[in-house]
Structures are given as C-alpha cells and as structure tokens.
C-alpha cells in the first residue's frame, strides 16, 4: 500500500489566491514526522515546512501552513497569496519513527502547481 | 540553514563507462546520508542509505553491484554508477542528515542533484 498519496498530479491557482495542495498518508507507527517540499524546475529540493505526529498546532512558515488532520490521517499543504514564483512540483513525505525506518523518508508522487498572472 | 553540495551538477557519458557522484555536507556532520534517484516528474525513489564507516543499505531492488555507495568519512558520500547504460539516465539526489537528535523531528538536507545522462 502507498504511504504517501498525492491525488492531484496538476493544479492552477490565479495570482494573489491561496491554493490547498492533498496529501494523506499511512503509518501504523505512532511517531512520524510530515514534510512538504518545492521542486522548481530546477531540480533542488527545498524544504518548506515540517509537522510532528505529537504536534498539537499546526505548523505554519510564512505563506505556508499545513491543515494536519490526524485521525483523517491527511497533511494538506495551504500556500496563502500564491507567488509566480510558487509554480514548481511539491512532494509531501513521511518519515516514521521507528528505529527499523530510522531517517528514510517516503515520497508522494507531487503536484505540479502553475500560478497563472 | 545547512547546506549539502553534489558534484557534478550534469554529466552526460558513453554507455559501459562508470560515473562517480559526490555528494557533501558543508557545514554539519553527516552521520547519515540517503541517495535518490528521481525520473522527470515522477517522485524520489530511495536506492540507499549509507552510514559512515559502514556498509550502505540498498533499497529492495537495487542492484548493489551497479550503484555502489562509498560513505568514507562524515561529510562526504559517492554514489558510482558502474557500466552505465541508456537505462541509468536520471536525476540522482543525496541528502544528508546530522547526528539525530530525534529520528523524525530533523530535517533531511538534499543536495542540488546530479544529472546523468548515458549515450
């Protein structure tokens, strides 16, 4: 079973608007961490913001927070006042706390978002 | 924040010839480092994860002959594609992490990426 889905390959957002880009995921370890990440065309990956299984906020940086619903078991990414520059793919990923898995992390397959002017 | 340098950015070369990636922690120790491999605009696909001073973990279906992982000292990691084929073409990513301070809450730092491309 996947761990990380992404159900939305593409999205567009006008200029200005805020956008809500999915992810839910699957772990049976009470402890894991959520990350999301911006892939520009560039190809580097850059870390945008990080969510703790035991967090009780929701954790926001800047434009960026995460709607973390733990029972629903899904970690969307809201960008709030989209940026041209906010066109890249995003990858949502999970990094579970058991010793077994200790540091490896699991990807979704991204969503490619196009800010329009 | 910490920063994590791959060299080289682009490498383009004949088929059979073996290709060797560096990737480096510039600031930090890196007790951990992983290697992806990622296909246009598909998501990163773990091959491995090496360990300094240790022997590198390969991911179920990777082929440890071919890509082999050396983690030589606490900043440094290669990857070398070894008979590089058409098939290897890809973008490779490392990442690093520091000594764990607790094993979800640090944050893995990737390098800029590799492409390679195997005529």
């Known amino acids: 079973a996947q761990k990380i889905t992404q159900t939305q390959p593409g999205m567009f957002v006008q200029e200005k608007e805020a956008v809500t880009l999915d992810c839910t995921y699957d772990?049976?370890?009470?402890?894991?961490?959520l990350f999301w990440y911006k892939q520009p065309s560039s190809g580097e990956m850059i870390f945008l913001i990080y969510?703790?299984?035991?967090?009780?906020q929701n954790a926001t940086e800047g434009r960026y927070s995460l709607n973390f619903q733990k029972a629903r078991k899904s970690a969307n990414l809201v960008i709030s006042a989209s940026q041209l520059g906010d066109s890249a793919m995003y990858f949502c990923?999970?990094?579970?706390?058991?010793?077994?898995?200790?540091?490896?992390?699991?990807f979704g397959d991204g969503t490619t978002l196009t800010v329009k002017p | 924040g910490a920063v994590v340098s791959q060299h080289p950015s682009w490498v383009i070369c004949k088929s059979g010839t073996s290709v060797k990636i560096e990737c480096r922690s510039l600031?930090?120790?890196?007790?951990?480092m992983f290697w992806y491999r990622q296909f246009p605009k598909k998501s990163l696909m773990l091959m491995a994860t090496?360990?300094?001073?240790?022997?590198?973990?390969?991911e179920q279906g990777v082929e440890k002959d071919k890509f082999l992982i050396n983690h030589a000292s606490l900043t440094l990691s290669t990857l070398t594609v070894t008979s590089a084929h058409p098939e290897d073409s890809s973008f490779y990513i490392c990442?690093?992490?520091?000594?764990?301070?607790?094993?979800?809450?640090?944050?893995?730092?990737f390098g800029p990426g590799t492409r390679l491309l195997v005529l």
């Open positions: 990442s690093a992490r520091e000594h764990p301070r607790g094993l979800a809450a640090e944050t893995q730092y």
């Open positions: 772990t049976s370890d009470p402890s894991y961490g």
């Open positions: 969510q703790g299984s035991y967090d009780q």
């Open positions: 990923a999970m990094r579970e706390g058991t010793r077994a898995n200790a540091g490896k992390s699991t």
């Open positions: 600031d930090f120790q890196a007790t951990t």
């Open positions: 090496s360990n300094e001073g240790s022997k590198a973990t390969y």
